[in-house]
């Protein structure tokens, strides 16, 4: 048998001393106790960002891209268009303010939460932040402080951050911090470390979940045109919108918001939350299109969508109408879903709870 000698590190078989410096041998699980001389001090732990440092460094670089990136759109704009003034005014303008925006918060999100748990925090917090910046900024800048967009755009802002920050999350995950102390020597076995054995159990489908997110999600595009009209209407003239395509812009934000909603809920504490956000997904889908044969027409949200893959001119029952309002459905409910079920994981199987609760597993 092989014995270890700790100030050498080496082994040596047949002896009880060390062939080199006369020290006792000692068996291998007793050597992992003891220090060697040649050890030197461990180096110290690398300074890690609070998260209040990340979400600054997250902003910061958001602001620094949506700036870089309106610089580049204004310069086009004054190369092509004759009366620039006028076009950002534009529902062109708006639209391209606000995909800025989008994607600085996107990077700025993804840089924040990467390598860190909790991403969801760490992006909807800096979203919230470039939200709030931008809305000071336009307001200072002189925009009409009636108009609906701003007090939308921070929200949708949240929404797209706390989406970037639970991929950044999912695909850059924190390294995991492994503790095995090592045990007693009576107790030193390869049969400590063997798992109990689990039960082969499946993710059953949650048709409650899944009735109630796709509930959600025929309201969501249903109403979202009634609720756009409610704020304007009992706001008192406080929030208004500047022409008719904000407005649909406006209600099709809030639809996508209802339908994320949805997808989430469906998804949520399953362990399958794409599954469960594609099937709440295709009853959402059946929803809308017998809300669209009640009325005869297609609902507000999903006329702008059309508009947007230049369809509007075709009928609501035309099979590439239905196909891209059906399409849109699906991948917002597919979105919605993963981030539920990413956001809030399902609880332990029963035969773990025991462990789960003395820190044992």
Known sequence: MQLFCPACQTAFAGTQR????????LLPHEAATVESPHFKAPAPPPPEPTPFGRVIVGAVFALGLYLGLRKLAMGAVLAAHPEPDSWWTSFEGLATVCGAQVVAVVFGAVLAAAGRVGGFVFGATVGGVCGGLFLASELVAGAPFRDLVLYIQPLVLVAVGGIAGVFAARVWGAVPVIDMPIPPAHKLSSLCFTPDPRAATGRPTAWGRVLIGAVLMVIAIA?????????QKYSDGMLKVGSVGQAQFITWQFAVLGVLTGGAIAGATTGAGLRHGLVAGVFGAVGVLG?????????????????????????????????????????????????????????????????????MY
């Open 18 to 25: 060390c062939p080199r410096c006369e020290g006792l041998l």
């Open 291 to 359: 809300a669209t044969a009640l009325h005869g027409e297609a609902l507000s949200p999903v006329n702008y969508w059309l508009g947007q893959l230049s369809l509007s001119e075709l009928a609501p029952t035309d099979p590439a109408a239905v196909g891209a309002a059906v399409g849109g459905v699906l991948f917002l409910a597919l979105l919605g879903g993963w981030l539920g079920g990413a956001l809030f994981q399902p609880l332990a199987p029963d035969y773990m709870r025991g462990r789960l609760k003395t820190g």
């Open 223 to 231: 109403a979202s045109d009634q609720v756009r009209q409610g704020m």
